[in-house]
């Protein structure tokens, strides 16, 4: 059925533009637009009987049921993940900055000696 539709409209725009010259190919534009978009909202709406099919059968998880926890119920579940998250220490933080200001302040050394460097590292340039 969408062939035939397909195959007919391309018919009727080939006929418009021909009858009815430039005037025929804004049709012809009008005419594609609205076939799309009728494709398109039909396949909006099968998508979705399709999903509602699935969940009515089992096949797909009910995604509102994760919606409707209590908060007693998300505390359990966090504490039940609790120790799959890594938890970065004020110490590390500190301990990374101080690496990052020595390595600047290298760079400004090296740079004030006349010597070129990277951007993102703290060996000098070959070439001057």
């Keep these: 059925m969408t062939f035939i539709g397909f195959i007919l409209a391309v018919v009727l725009s080939f006929l418009l533009s021909w009858l009815a010259g ?14 799309i978009f009728s494709m398109l909202m039909k396949l909006n709406q099968l998508t979705a009987d399709i999903r509602q099919i699935k969940r009515r059968l089992g096949l797909e998880p009910d995604v509102s049921r994760d919606y409707e926890l209590s908060d007693a119920e998300i505390e359990e579940e966090l504490e039940r993940e609790g ?10 933080i500190e301990r990374e900055l101080d690496l990052l200001l020595e390595r600047e302040e290298e760079r400004n050394e ?8 990277p951007k993102d590292g703290n060996q000098p340039d070959s070439d001057p």
């Design 22 to 35: 430039e005037f025929g190919l804004l049709l012809m534009g009008a005419l594609l637009f609205g076939m």
């Design 83 to 92: 120790g799959s998250h890594d938890e970065v220490s004020d110490e590390d």
């Design 110 to 117: 090296e740079r004030e000696k006349g010597r070129r460097l």
